[in-house]
């Protein structure tokens, strides 16, 4: 786990190094599932017009009621995504951006010894449509819809050009 995460920051940080400006985004916000109100900050870079490859790190934490006991149940999720924009063969304004794709991650499930139901870690893979809405230069709005893995749902927040 602790290698997993290593990694991630590491390949963040080298992105950040090497990417063009205007190239790489910051993504945060609060998503909608069926298991709770997740959080996420993800990163994409354009590696070129049409195509970007990102990286996300999300958690959930959320309660569960069964036979009048509760159950604390927390998922911690680190994906990697690949999106095709479609700006440039729509001519949609730069402003607007566009796009749909797949992600692979891996998500970690923690819920009480005593749970009587079964929720497992493992691999994910799902697919997205999005888009963003640049109201400056540098700051938009994002929102997704994916589904297939165990963040199914869509999520919404900030986006920041780097």
Not at 2 to 11: C, D, E, F
Not at 37 to 58: A, T
Request: avoid cysteine; hydrophobic fraction near 35%.
């Amino acid at each position: 786990m602790k290698k997993i995460i290593l990694s991630s920051i590491l390949s963040v940080i080298v992105l950040l190094t090497y990417a063009q400006k205007g190239a790489s985004q910051l993504n945060l916000g609060v998503g909608f599932s069926n298991w709770g109100v997740p959080v996420y900050l993800g990163f994409d870079h354009r590696v070129s017009n049409d195509i970007s490859l990102g990286l996300e790190l999300s958690y959930r934490g959320y309660r569960e009621r069964y036979n009048g006991d509760d159950y604390n149940h927390n998922i911690t999720g680190f994906s990697g995504n690949a999106n095709y924009h479609f700006n440039r063969v729509m001519d949609i304004p730069s402003n607007f951006d566009f796009y749909a794709g797949l992600n692979l991650g891996f998500y970690v499930w923690s819920s009480p010894t005593n749970y009587y139901g079964t929720h497992s870690s493992g691999l994910g893979l799902g697919a997205q449509i999005g888009g963003r809405y640049f109201f400056s230069k540098n700051a938009g709005l994002n929102l997704e819809f994916g589904g297939g893995n165990a963040f199914s749902g869509g999520k919404f927040g900030l986006t920041f050009k780097l």
